[in-house]
Every structure is written in C-alpha cells, then in structure tokens.
C-alpha cells in the first residue's frame, strides 16, 4: 500500500476450496481497498458463490486467510462476522412471508438488542424502547433504498425488484463497513438495474460501505465497479479495471464474449 492510499479493507489470501476432488478455488488473492466497490464476474462454476461463502463465514476454506480491517476471520461464525461489520445478500430471494416490508428490515438488526429474554418476557419498557429504535433505524434504512411507502406491505404483495430492494435495505440497517452481493440485478429490468446502480453509487458514497459484488449484468458491473476480479474455473485469471478487463484476451475467451453477446 502506498502512501496516501486507502488501507486495505478486505482480503482473501491463497484461499483455497476443494469438495471432495474438485477444487473449487485455488489460490484466490483479492485484496479491496476501503470505499471500492469490486466487481466479481466469471462463467458459471467459476467459483464466485463459493468465495463469497468463504469470505462471510458459510463454509471454511482448506487452505487460505480471509481478513477483514486486517484482521484474520477465516473460520469465524457467520454471526461473528457480521458483528464485525461485514453484511451479505444471497442470488435468490430470502424474505420472511407473513412479515411485513418493516418487520423484514428490522430482522437485520436481531443480535444487536441490549435486552435480555427475561426482559422481554415482562414487556419491559426498556425492551419497547428498543424496538422503537429499531423500527426507526429501519424506516430510515427503507427510506434510502426508497421503499419507505411500502414498509408495512407483507413481503408476498412486493414484485421482484421491490424484494430485491428491501433484502438491500436488511443488510444496510445494520450499518456494515463491507457488503457482499450476490447477483443483485438478477432478473431485473433495464431501468430498474439504472437504478441499483445509482443506489450502489450512493451507498459507497454516501455511507461509505466498501462493496464486492458478483453479477452477471455486464452494464452494471462495467458502469459501477472501480475494479474488476475475474474468476475461471476456481482459480483467477485476470484484475483491472473494466477498460483493462474488457482487453484481456484471456477474458473474451473465458467469459465476456459470451456475456456481451447475451
């Protein structure tokens, strides 16, 4: 790191994932300074759900360091993890029906509560401040991501890109340093995807999250990330930017012939 630039905020080193014979990664370095937001891309099989697994706690590498602020945790709980500030969203839709869009938001922030079971129990009026708060933080949270009108909507009555949004807003209410995305504009449509990149934009800027993103989307992925990391069968083949990404003949073969194409 040289002088003057941003420290390091997330770095996986020499990880390594083997299921039964096949290696799923072998020898992944990145290393993302704080307020990038990183691109992951790569033919399906490449390996970039099983880093980010590895990266927030899901499965443990067999070989490899995951660090985050510079400190190692690699084999730590997803939970522990989180505490430290990292958040995550998945490729398929994870709302909890029969909760409202609010109630959905506030399970982002269970863990954090400073009231214990025996507290609740009796209905405390610690505990009902608490929740106050919360849902507060929550609407707060959902009036980022402009979805506040729909907080006490069921999660059911949302279309798609609507959910993809509130699960947005459940990672952020608990104000990470780093967020991990998987495919956020799956199935979106052209503006809508206009509009996730804005919003990443904003919440790079705005809150100063660091962010590593998986998708498929070239336009969003070549429009919005500072870098891009390009994985192939579990092992990396290239790093740049998307100037640099779009030139690497290794890539056009591996990956983006078929992808701009698409």
Do not use: W
């Amino acid at each position: 790191m040289t002088a003057g630039s941003p420290a390091i905020k997330l770095e996986s080193r020499d990880i390594a994932v083997r299921f039964g014979g096949l290696a799923a990664l072998e020898n992944i370095n990145i290393a993302v300074p704080e307020g990038e937001i990183r691109g992951i891309i790569g033919p399906n099989g490449a390996g970039k759900t099983t880093l980010l697994n590895v990266i927030c706690g899901i499965n443990a590498p067999n070989a490899g360091d995951v660090l985050l602020d510079g400190v190692s945790v690699t084999r730590k709980k997803f939970s522990e993890i989180a505490a430290r500030g990292l958040a995550r969203t998945f490729q398929t839709s994870l709302m909890f029906d029969g909760m409202t869009v609010l109630e959905n938001v506030m399970t982002g922030l269970r863990g954090r509560e400073t009231t214990g079971p025996a507290a609740a129990a009796f209905g405390l009026r610690r505990v009902r401040a608490e929740e106050r708060e919360m849902a507060a933080l929550a609407r707060q949270t959902l009036d980022f991501v402009s979805m506040r009108r729909f907080e006490q909507y069921e999660s059911s009555a949302l279309s798609f890109g609507q959910q993809r949004a509130v699960e947005l807003a459940r990672a952020l209410v608990s104000e990470p340093k780093v967020l991990l995305l998987d495919e956020p504009a799956v199935g979106l449509s052209e503006s809508r995807v206009e509009e996730l990149d804005r919003l990443l934009r904003r919440i790079r800027d705005e809150r100063g999250v660091t962010i590593v993103m998986i998708e498929h989307v070239v336009q969003l992925v070549m429009g919005v990330c500072d870098r891009i990391t390009v994985l192939n069968s579990g092992r990396k083949i290239a790093e740049g930017t998307a100037a640099e990404i779009t030139r690497d003949t290794r890539v056009i073969e591996a990956y983006l012939g078929t992808a701009i194409h698409a």
